[in-house]
């Protein structure tokens, strides 16, 4: 039996019997498939700051931030007050708030290529959403999107993200192509682009190995797109951190519409979709081309947590979380380099993603380390670090190096429990 699973199993025996009452009542012990592991999935009891604390009374410093979205740690005050005080004047109603436009003008006024947003429950709503504009201004019904790439839990999407691993009958209504591979989509538009309301495309591929799209690639997609009369919708929902006007900012593109959520809710539930005022249009009630709407979408909670993370997300903070993952990053390689590891990293911004073998995946989630990851996965939380299964991470801005020098010390012994491990 592994050293490091049997140490897991010993730091985490309280989470181990939740994890088995819940079972009881959720296959699979979550509802949530990217937060169970094996031998079972830890229980977090609170947050605070950078830090969680599970059922055990056990400390970790969280590395992957509720994959990406909690960019200010946990229980950030200034996010606190704002909920707070907005839970205690009401959580819903069926009419407006003021925190719903607030949020809307923040976006508008900091990503150029949108001109109007309409808000939903999550990233993947806004992914429901982003399609439906696009049918209803093409008349299309088909997408087209990366193999292996993430834009949410919709059967259109899913066919496309697990496509490379399962066999899926009668998914007629998705188009894949090669990430980084420009020619793989202008030849599918070549031959599909009449059918294809939109194609989707993130400009770092976040579930896919944090795989940087290069700018070149996502200029062509897009006007290839358009050529085409299709939309051309980049996903910002997790990249959004990555500047204040988003990747797309960073890279000079302008997407006919940006699907957004996680850090923009504060720590709520959200999504957005934000475009040109000519597509947005189909939604006015005075001469309505379509519907859309949804009992929390909106809810002032959510909007007043989200005003205040995303104008708390300066371009200052953002660059600062970018030279700590850097001097992360280093760290990492160092000491996988000491120990005669494998290792190779995917690095944007303030998001990596570690991998046990010699070259990072250019296109997807292409690899050959199951065994190293699962296992430094375990030994990294026995170490009192979280990070994604897969070995993502995104800092938060209450960081500094102080806790980063912390965080590359446990990773180095994780890495030494790893490589006796392996022998």
């Not at 993947?124 to 959403?129: D, K, P, S, V, Y």
């Not at 500047?243 to 957005?272: C, H, Y």
Request: glycine residues 10%; aromatic residues 8%.
């Amino acid at each position: 039996m592994s050293d490091i699973i049997e140490t897991y199993k010993k730091n985490t025996r309280r989470s181990a019997k939740a994890d088995e009452r819940v079972k009881r009542s959720i296959i699979g012990g979550n509802s949530r498939g990217a937060a169970v592991w094996q031998p079972h999935t830890l229980t977090v009891e609170r947050g605070e700051g950078s830090q969680v604390f599970d059922a055990d009374g056990r400390e970790y410093t969280d590395l992957i931030n509720n994959f990406t979205s909690l960019v200010h740690g946990h229980a950030y005050p200034p996010i606190v007050e704002a909920a707070t005080r907005q839970i205690a004047q009401g959580t819903a109603w069926t009419a407006n708030n003021h925190g719903q436009a607030e949020l809307a003008e923040t976006l508008i006024e900091r990503i150029p290529a949108t001109e109007s947003v309409r808000f939903t429950n999550s990233g993947t709503e806004a992914g429901m959403l982003a399609l439906q504009i696009a049918r209803a201004i093409t008349g299309r019904l088909k997408i087209l999107m990366s193999r292996f790439g993430y834009h949410g839990s919709l059967m259109e999407f899913e066919i496309g993200t697990f496509g490379g691993f399962l066999d899926f009958h009668g998914a007629d209504t998705t188009h894949t192509a090669t990430y980084n591979d420009a020619d793989s989509f202008e030849q599918v538009l070549a031959e599909h682009g009449s059918e294809i309301a939109a194609v989707f495309v993130e400009p770092v591929m976040g579930a896919g190995g944090v795989v940087r799209g290069e700018t070149e690639f996502l200029e062509r997609v897009g006007k290839a797109a358009n050529e085409a009369g299709a939309l051309f919708v980049v996903d910002e929902v997790i990249t959004y951190r990555l500047s204040t006007g988003g990747e797309q900012m960073n890279r000079g593109i302008e997407p006919d519409l940006t699907m957004l959520g996680k850090l923009i809710g504060g720590g709520f539930p959200v999504g957005a979709v934000g475009g040109r005022r000519e597509y947005m249009k189909i939604f006015d009630p005075t001469e309505p081309k379509s519907f859309h709407s949804g009992t929390f979408v909106g809810n002032p909670v959510t909007m007043a947590a989200g005003v205040v993370s995303t104008r708390e997300l300066t371009q200052e903070r953002i660059d600062t979380m970018a030279g700590l993952c850097d001097r992360l990053d280093v760290s990492l390689h160092s000491s996988a380099r000491k120990l005669g590891l494998p290792f190779s990293t995917n690095r944007e911004g303030s998001m990596l993603n570690v991998f046990f073998q010699h070259e990072a995946p250019t296109q997807g989630p292409l690899r050959n380390d199951e065994k190293e990851i699962t296992l430094f996965y375990l030994a990294a939380l026995n170490r009192g670090l979280l990070m994604a299964t897969r070995g993502m991470i995104a800092l938060s801005t209450v960081m500094d190096e102080a806790r980063i020098d912390d965080v590359a010390e446990r990773a180095a012994a994780a890495m030494a429990d790893l490589a006796a491990e392996l022998g």
